[in-house]
């Protein structure tokens, strides 16, 4: 038997499988060598092909008493899947939307062991803050290990203006250095005006005395979560998204009264409802845990008090492509960071009180805050406007109270573990960066609650996930090698997946030039593919949200791309998995939905403000819209504008026409109006908007003076 499974581990090697070298039927019998594949396979699941979700889906309607049952996909309730089921215990988890759908796809982007938590614990002498610390700075190192393609050490900058403050900076920076010991990403270090304004030159001069330079840890959040998900599920979890929970099943255990047994679910996409039994029931559901908790005990009093954290995207040549910035103290007291993110510029985050919901949408107000903010510390060169906001988005983070003290109050500073009456075990707070170690100790509580046994201990501490073990730095010239990908889209596609991305290249289409030769992309200026959406349905992809916010991040990068890209999207998703016009149609109609949260609604308010233009611009302006209006009819419809370009010698497709038109046209009728044109032209003069395609045309023809943009909101 050994003999016979070295030489089927030889013959894969070399790229041939047993059965390809007939030579070998002699020596082992196929009995034999399926008994050792079976046995090559328990003990190197990651070679598996992870479970469809109709397969997962299936397991769990097949009446299985699972050990543990997860409610909640994001990082945390992965985490826990992926703790129980490495330690060798039955799992499942069900997510009533899609995996990161919530908080952990709305963070910062920062593995950080929190800089403002050591000063509060070093100036206020808080033993608990300093230990929190430690234990993400902890986290922080074991997260870049075990998913190196997914993340990175970022160097952050922290200018100075005061020369008082380089001493005081300094001291603290080297002090974050000194707790994190051997786990140290890079020592920082303190710069002069002139290198600091070297390596980020938007920086503002005046008055600069220098700037100190840390490390911390940069990810993509959402394909983080989803990696861990996507371990879970090749380590044998039962893991299905788009299952809602609609009730606890419990039943009586003696003397102990009423205990969790299970949960009721239904599935969203089909609605068909039914029963999952677990030995234990952990509630992992972010801000919504007191849902959950209600459904236990109607009486129970709630204890998270949700806070919205606004983000915002902005062109790249706001942020250098490797240094981050750090203000220490807004005008408010809050902390703002403006990092580089995935070929963007990321600023956030405000910190305000909210109402739940499952699709959050950023204030007007929170978004000037942070304009307002990054502008003190950018260069007068820079114009800073509201018009260069590509995406905007708001983020519910679960602060919650402490049940289990008496002062129920006061917010926890850490994350709380709950276990109800009925052995219901609830995980809220924390953050993204120490999801194991808070993972770890909620299924250590759990195995004491159900009284299992728990042989193995936790396992995820150096535990590879998803497409980091073959991951090395220069795999994406492997992929431009072999496949002919373009430099962009293979470094985009060895940083998503990992030692997945030559699956993904492989089913990459050709590209009808002469280079790159494979690899459609589904917007030009982002290097997502058109393979990356078929690949997506293996990654449990069910839906065009899914696509553009989490398995794509062109909903959080540019939601006009966004936008632009839907339609290929849901052909393709609609080709694979047999949609109806019907579908497709509703699938376009609820992401555009879901845009609307992301910075699509803000868009059209903006646009929608009082006009503000002296007489004479006004007076010109009015000239210009009555040259584009060839019918005189007091609007500019698609005809009028196909003839103004025509006599520009430009030649536009119908489908462009349109586009041209629905980027101005605010009361959605087909037509610009005279006062929707006006409104264009004093946002375009303001800021407020930028890069609009007409006003591009406008400038050409007329050389009027209209500021132009990235291509923002």
């Known amino acids: 038997m050994a003999f016979s499974f070295r030489l089927k581990a030889l013959a894969g090697s070399l790229g041939a499988g047993a059965a390809a070298y007939s030579g070998w039927k002699y020596i082992a019998s196929p009995e034999q060598l399926e008994a050792a594949e079976e046995a ?65 796809s709305r963070s910062t982007k920062l593995i950080h062991g929190g800089v403002r938590y050591l000063q509060k614990a070093v100036f206020g002498l808080d033993l608990e803050q300093y230990r929190m610390v430690k234990e993400a700075l902890h986290e922080r190192a074991n997260l870049l290990k075990i998913a190196p393609h997914l ?66 840890g940069q990810h993509n959040d959402a394909r983080m979560n989803l990696a861990i998900a996507l371990t879970a599920a090749r380590e044998g979890a039962t893991v299905a998204n788009h299952v809602e929970v609609v009730s606890l099943i419990k039943e009586r255990e003696g ?81 703002i960071f403006f990092l580089p993110w995935e070929g963007k510029a990321i600023a956030g985050t405000t910190d305000s009180p909210t109402d739940l919901s499952p699709h959050p949408s950023p204030r007007e107000e929170d978004i000037r805050f942070i304009l307002d903010e990054i502008k003190d510390y950018l260069s007068p060169d820079i114009s800073v406007r509201r018009g260069d906001v590509l995406a905007a988005w708001s983020g519910i983070r679960p602060l919650v109270s402490d049940p289990n003290k008496k002062d129920t109050q006061s917010i926890a500073r850490n994350h709380v573990i709950e276990v109800s009456d009925s052995k219901l075990i609830t995980i809220s707070g924390g953050k993204w960066t120490t999801y194991r170690s808070m993972a770890m100790e909620c299924v250590d509580r759990a195995v004491e ?42 470094q985009h596609l060895a940083n998503t997946y990992g030692d997945k991305a030559p699956e993904v290249a492989k089913m990459a289409g ?89 910075g699509f609604k803000a868009r059209l308010d903006v646009r929608n403000v009082s006009i503000s233009l002296s007489y004479q611009e006004a007076q010109t302006y009015s000239k210009i819209f009555k040259s584009f209006d060839k019918d005189r009819d007091g ?33 959605k009728n087909g037509n610009i109006e005279e006062e929707e044109f006006l409104q264009l032209m004093s946002a375009l003069k303001t800021g407020e908007v930028a890069n609009v395609r007409l006003g591009s045309i406008i400038q050409q023809r007329e050389r009027v003076s209209v500021d132009r943009s990235g291509g923002g909101l």
């Open 510 to 598: 050709l590209t009808g030039k002469r280079w790159p030769v494979v690899g459609k992309r589904l917007v030009e200026e982002f290097p997502y593919l058109e393979a990356e959406v078929r690949y997506a349905l293996k990654e449990y992809a069910c839906t065009a949200i899914d696509m553009v916010a989490r398995r794509t991040r062109l909903a959080f990068l540019n939601v006009q791309a966004a936008d632009e890209a839907l339609p290929k999207i849901v052909d393709i998703m609609g080709a694979e998995l047999g949609w109806s016009k019907a579908v497709k149609k509703e699938q376009i109609e609820r992401a555009r939905q879901f845009l609307q949260t992301m």
């Open 151 to 216: 993340s990175n050490p970022l160097p952050i900058m922290l200018p100075v203006y005061k020369w008082w403050q380089v001493p005081y900076f300094w001291a603290g920076i080297k002090m974050y250095d000194f707790v994190a010991g051997k786990q140290l990403v890079k020592a920082s270090y303190y710069v002069s005006k002139s290198t600091a304004l070297e390596e980020f030159p938007m920086l503002k001069a005046n008055k600069l005395c220098g700037a100190i330079v840390y490390y911390d």
């Open 635 to 667: 609007h500019i419809n698609i005809h009028d504008l196909r003839k103004a370009l025509q006599e520009m010698g430009e030649k536009v497709s119908e489908e462009e026409l349109r586009e041209l038109i629905a980027e101005v046209d605010i009361n």
């Open 449 to 490: 609650v159900g009284g299992l046994a728990d042989e193995k201990g936790c396992q995820t501490d150096g535990f590879l996930l998803e497409g980091g073990d073959g991951w090395y730095p220069t795999l994406f010239i492997r992929l431009i090698q072999d496949y002919g990908l373009d430099v962009e889209v293979a």
């Open 255 to 335: 003397a102990e009264g009423e205990v969790v047994k299970g949960v009721h679910v239904k599935d969203v996409l089909t609605g068909e409802e039914w029963d999952v039994r677990a030995k234990v029931v952990i509630n992992a559901t972010g801000p919504f845990v007191d849902n959950i908790r209600t459904m236990d005990n109607p009486d129970t009093k709630p204890i998270v008090q949700p806070s919205a954290g606004i983000h915002i995207i902005l062109p790249s040549y706001y942020s250098p492509r490797s240094m981050g910035m750090l203000d220490p103290a807004t005008s408010d007291g809050r902390v």
């Open 40 to 104: 090559r396979r328990r003990e190197h699941p990651k070679t598996l092909e992870i479970p469809t979700r109709a397969q997962q889906v299936a397991d769990l309607k097949s009446g299985k008493e699972y050990d543990f049952l997860i409610i909640g996909g994001g990082a945390t309730g992965c985490g826990i899947a992926l703790d129980t089921i490495t330690r060798g215990f039955s799992t499942a988890l069900v997510e009533r939307f899609d995996f990161s759908s919530g908080t952990s």
